[in-house]
């Protein structure tokens, strides 16, 4: 029969600034027989934090009879024996909870793995499969860690993405029997895991493991394998905005790999290198830890317990908020490397105000420097740890905890952008920050999530009953300018609307105003009050400004509106009318062209299909706020389609208010046109199969500029052309002849063509037709209105036939994905023109 469990006391080693509140010790902890110490390890942070230890994650555990770490696939039995076992553990413990949830019951089984009741392992509800980021140090062992999954366990199928510039291949025996001899060929190994070989191409790699799956290879996980040094941002950036990819992953984290022999020597060679040389960059193993979501301590046996105390409380200083599994050999559970959840937007939403509340403890919120600040609604605490060194004194965290606030969607969205492209010279550089915030018009939560300028965003799940709303978030980087985060981050915030309103008015009761008829309006309150989703559904027949105009007749019907029921209900109501008129022939929210008598197209403005009626007056102030410049004719924004703006998603309409926010913050006057460049589907069809050597030009699109000078109109034309990088330069921004010349050498060239192995790249390019006859010479910048890509381009001097963009743009990019499945394609862009020698045309946003 099977043997009794054990019963094994545990203790916890304190370690100042890293343990906080901790129960009456020791703890007794009954185990299976036959459980691993990673098993126990397990038990023992469910046991601490059911003991009021909220939070506690258990690291590392030891004996008090033996020297070093206990390795995580050994016998629980083996190691402590059976009789009066004793261990001691290595923990985060922040502090006490207020009420210690009843823990998850944990099922430990004999093959040395456990979960938790309702765990679906690797499984998201969005039916994505989940992608690990592994980095590591040279010579941590990755390779041996890899050859593990592929090969030795039996628990998930993973496909393991690996570049072929690594230190180390895979498996040598593999390339020796050329199984992955093919750029981008998929090994399907015996255990049903798959090996993926990338020279340079990512995107193929995914588009080989799709087809291996939709031809029936199923799988549980990818992991991208890294080399040594790499920085991981540039493949979050890749993973996140590439539309191919995030249709079917999720980036679930990234594991950094370390080798517990010889990480502190490499750590003070970094200290050395910074206390040389403070403003060099961060080095990419720095980045590697900082960015972690889960460090794995590789060759833990090879070190005893003081040096592996050390190497924690090392680790630590540097990035507290990651989980650290110790390894022996590689052999790690392939469930906890692909268990990362640092980019699970709904997850964060959840467990955000547990790790971020008013209450902290011990080490709680203080990691990552020896002197860093958290505010709690202006009051700043500090903290001093000793094991700080040169490196990380340059890093810190603070964290803005702001009650009775949420965040205005369009302000917070141009915040978003203001952070991503602030210049790390003035403001410091940012690793990372999450955030979980109230926002006006939504019962959700908004999960924010930024790596550097590659920031995501979210509504995620409601705010509980008796659960106070507020904004907290937390900064992570190095010599952070605090107040331009914090002052900008609250300029896009405003008090929690309190509803005007406790209950209907009383029968008969009409709403005043000049423009509501009385039966009318008791029509309406009764609406209202019994059937809102009518009245909600009668909203999309008319503009915002009518809507806008009734909310303010009465304070039942502002509540009805202008609340967050009310914004849901109309844009429920809004999606239905679309869906049954077809979505091409109703949009969700509408910015009718120029009229005569309507020179803004705000008479028709429908947006309270897609935005609170809050929201929508910040779009409309951020329009005014040029056209309505009494001070500066040449400032107008003119909508050049003449059938206006269509939205059909709110990323578009947010994307248009940030850059009409954008465009009045910017100095200096001149002309504002938006502009939607149109292509036929099929020739977007046929450029994309063509390859990397083809073009394709949009419709033409003119604007009309007015010459005070010579009270008269020059009429600029343009078409937006792809073409290949190779055979493009960018444009300069040279005025004058200046500007022909060098235009002229760029031409005369030779061109380059990609080398062997490269992806395809194409440049966006501007084509002046018939601009040479202006009466005078023009600056001109164009700039996307798209929520997934932004390019910029300046010119300098109009003259010139062609303008490139810097950026250059392969075939999975967003910008052509948005092309590719749209039935109607187009870019929108707005064209600034100014005449030379009137002064700067003015940036818009730090990257351009």
Not at 91 to 118: L, N, R, T, V, Y
Not at 174 to 190: F, G, I, P, R, Y
Not at 321 to 341: F, S
């Amino acid at each position: 029969g099977s043997r009794p469990p054990m019963k094994v006391s545990i203790d916890v080693l304190k370690v100042p600034g890293l343990t906080g509140w901790l129960p009456p010790l020791p703890l007794a902890v009954s185990v299976p027989a036959e459980a691993t110490i990673r098993d126990l390890t397990r038990l023992a942070q469910v046991a601490l934090r059911a003991a009021g230890a909220g939070g506690a994650r258990v690291s590392l555990v030891m004996s008090p009879s033996r020297e070093g770490v206990l390795p995580p696939q050994a016998g629980v039995a083996e190691m402590l024996g059976t009789a009066d076992a004793k261990a001691v553990i290595l923990a985060d413990i922040p502090g006490a909870s207020k009420a210690a949830a009843p823990p998850k019951e944990e099922h430990c089984h004999s093959h040395g793995h456990s979960h938790s009741d309702g765990d679906s392992g690797t499984k998201r509800a969005d039916g994505k499969l989940p992608i690990t980021v592994l980095t590591g140090f040279l010579g941590a062992g990755k390779t041996t860690l890899l050859n593990h999954l592929l090969q030795t366990q039996r628990e998930l199928k993973v496909a393991v993405i690996e570049n072929e510039f690594g230190e180390v291949p895979i498996d040598n025996e593999l390339l020796a029997q050329n199984k992955l001899a093919a750029a981008e060929q998929v090994v399907v190994m015996d255990n049903g895991c798959m090996c993926c070989s990338v020279r340079g191409d990512i995107l193929g790699a995914f588009t080989s493991i799709i087809d291996a799956v939709d031809s029936g290879n199923g799988l549980d996980a990818v992991i991208i394998e890294t080399t040594g040094m790499a920085d991981p941002v540039p493949i979050v950036r890749t993973l996140l905005q590439t539309p191919v990819i995030a249709s079917r992953f999720a980036l679930a984290g990234v594991v950094t790999l370390v080798d517990a022999k010889n990480i502190l020597r490499r750590l003070q060679e970094l200290d050395e290198e910074q206390e040389d040389d403070p403003d060099a960059p961060p080095d990419e193993a720095f980045q590697q830890l900082m960015f972690a979501d889960t460090i794995v301590l590789n060759k833990i046996d090879l070190v005893g317990s003081a040096v592996a105390l050390e190497v924690w409380e090392r680790l630590r200083s540097i990035n507290e908020k990651a989980d650290v599994l110790p390894c022996v050999r590689g052999a790690v559970d392939p469930a906890e490397l692909v268990a990362a959840t640092g980019f699970d937007m709904e997850r964060m939403g959840d467990e955000f105000g547990e790790d971020h509340g008013h209450e902290h403890h011990g080490h709680e919120e203080h990691g990552h420097s020896d002197h860093h600040e958290h505010s709690h609604n202006g009051e700043v605490c500090t903290s001093d740890h000793d094991h700080a060194t040169h490196h990380n004194k340059q890093v810190g965290s603070f964290s803005l905890i702001r009650e009775g606030v949420a965040v205005r969607p369009l302000a917070f969205a141009r915040w978003m952008r203001k952070v991503a492209s602030a210049k790390r010279e003035e403001v410091g550089v940012l690793y990372r920050s999450k955030a979980v915030l109230a926002v006006h018009g939504a019962r959700a939560k908004l999960a924010f999530h930024a790596v550097q300028d590659v920031m995501e965003k979210k509504l995620v799940g409601g705010w509980a009953v008796d659960e106070a709303r507020s904004c907290k978030v937390v900064f992570i980087g190095k010599r952070l300018d605090r107040p331009f985060f914090e002052q900008s981050f609250d300029a896009c915030t405003s008090p929690l609307r309190t509803p005007l309103c406790a209950s209907p008015p009383a029968a008969g009761c009409a709403p005043g105003g000049p423009q509501l008829q009385p039966a009318a309006g008791s029509f309406l309150l009764g609406l209202a009050a019994a059937a809102p989703e009518l009245l909600y559904l009668l909203t999309t027949y008319v503009p915002t400004k009518l809507v806008a105009r009734l909310a303010c007749t009465c304070a039942f019907l502002n509540d009805a509106l202008c609340g967050e029921d009310g914004t849901e209900g109309m844009r429920a109501a809004a999606v239905a009318a679309a869906a049954a008129a077809g979505s091409s022939a109703a949009p969700l929210a509408f910015h009718p062209a120029a009229g005569y008598k309507d020179p803004a197209g705000l008479e028709g403005l429908r947006l309270h299909g897609l935005l609170s009626l809050s929201s929508a007056r910040e779009y409309v102030d951020a329009f005014l706020h040029k056209t309505t410049n009494s001070f500066d004719r040449a400032s107008g924004l003119e909508i050049v389609p003449m059938k206006g703006l269509a939205y059909d998603s709110y990323a578009g309409l947010e994307a248009a208010a940030v850059t009409w926010i954008e465009l009045s913050e910017v100095e200096g006057g001149g002309d504002s046109f938006v502009i939607d460049f149109t292509f036929r589907p099929e020739t977007i069809a046929e450029f994309l199969a063509a390859g990397p050597l083809a073009t394709v030009r949009s419709a033409l699109a003119k604007v009309e500029v007015h010459n005070d000078e010579e009270e008269e109109w020059d009429s600029l034309k343009f078409r937006l052309c792809f073409e290949p990088s190779h055979l493009t330069a960018p444009t300069t921004e040279l005025t004058g002849q200046a500007a022909i010349d060098a235009y002229a050498a760029a031409a005369e060239e030779p061109p380059q063509p990609p080398a062997e192995g490269e992806l395809a790249q194409h440049r966006l390019v501007f084509q002046l037709v018939g601009g040479k006859t202006a009466s005078q010479v023009y600056m001109l910048s164009f700039h996307t209105v798209h929520p997934d890509y932004q390019v910029h381009v300046k010119v300098g001097d109009h003259r010139m036939p062609k303008f490139a963009s810097r950026e250059t743009f392969h075939r999975w990019h967003p910008l052509f994905a948005s092309l590719e499945h749209s039935a109607s394609p187009r870019v929108r862009m707005l064209i600034r023109v100014k005449p030379d020698g009137s002064g700067p045309l003015g940036d818009m946003c730090g990257c351009c």
